[in-house]
């Protein structure tokens, strides 16, 4: 009944590239590039960061908020310094793409696999969406790909990183994102004791000044994780 509901879905919206917007290939599982984009998007994946000159995900540099460490790692799938890596963001944040979601949590969880150690006290973990962005765009895409990362390495979600749904913060400079990350999210109490001697693997989408991981871990170390680990899908190098 599935396969049917979506062969009659795909007649009146055939599969569109996630990146470039071309027709993809007709196919059982629904790819999210074309197959050209799909190589783009492992090329983007071996760029090299101009600071370390490190591939994206050996790259080990901080991002300027961190000064005090309080996130003690950062691992990224890919740079956020070229146009097709913030088309990818910019898609996975305003459109909702099951396949694109998809494809992104798995490299996430690859990076978690490859650099993180996995046990019981283990707790993925991600920054709730605005508010007036969720009614905007109709879903919480950290919430979404923190899901299927979970799906993926079967760790349990903490769901307890809240926003008061202060104003976005693209729409501030570097300093006033730090400020207004420190305003914008909390941890409810009754939430707390289920990050208590955790390990947070905080996932995100795109990580820049870093203010939002900052603050975010500081919240989690603040109710008692022992670490907080930041996987991302790409970073400003
Ligand atoms: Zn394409
Ligand atoms: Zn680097």
Redesign the pocket.
Known sequence: MKGILNYIAELFYPPRCALCGELTEPGRKRECFCARCRGIWETEKNAV??????RADE???MPKYNVSHTVDSYRTAALYNSENVRAIIRKIKTDRDPALEALLARDIANLILKYHRIDGDSVLAYPQRARESVKKYGFDHAALLCDRVSGYIGIPVFRGIKHKSGKQQKTLSAHERGYNAVKSYYIPEKYKAQIKNKRVIFVDDVVTTGATTVVCAALCKAAGADSVSVFSIART?
């Open positions: 960061c101009p600071e370390c000159r490190r790259c080990r540099c190098p």
